[in-house]
């Protein structure tokens, strides 16, 4: 099973931006679906953002027109650029492999094991 490590979190103001990476153990051209999770204190973790081995993209609406997930296969990783940042950002925020299903639209849930995450904080 593919490992995963997150990176580059830390703390921006608002209106600031930040680059996360995931970094992955071995190769991630076969891994169909890779996306970011967040997990804010005392709340469940929600997926933010998706992305297939087709290109396809998936953000939530809290961070759509600011966040940008992408990937690099060469590198074995995938980015979040997250623009724009809002208090309300703060989280820890998890990578993950996805499962896709399709059910009349595409929707993912986690399949791998979680790592450590990485600390985004976003205040003045």
């Known amino acids: 099973q593919v490992q995963l490590v997150e990176s580059g979190g830390g703390l921006a103001q608002p209106g600031g931006s930040l680059r996360l990476s995931c970094a992955a153990s071995k190769s991630i051209i076969s891994i169909n679906a890779l996306g970011w999770y967040r997990q804010a204190p005392g709340k469940e973790r929600e997926l933010v953002a998706t992305?297939?081995?087709?290109?396809?993209?998936t953000y939530a609406d809290s961070v759509k027109g600011r966040f940008t997930i992408s990937r690099d296969n060469a590198k074995n990783t995938v980015y979040l650029q997250m623009n724009s940042l809002k208090p309300e950002d703060t989280a820890v925020y998890y990578c993950?492999?996805?499962?896709?299903?399709?059910?009349?639209?595409?929707?993912?849930?986690?399949?791998?094991?979680w790592g450590q995450g990485t600390q985004v904080t976003v205040s003045s």
């Open positions: 993950n492999n996805m499962r896709e299903f399709y059910n009349g639209e595409y929707y993912y849930t986690a399949g791998g094991s």
């Open positions: 992305i297939t081995t087709r290109g396809s993209k």
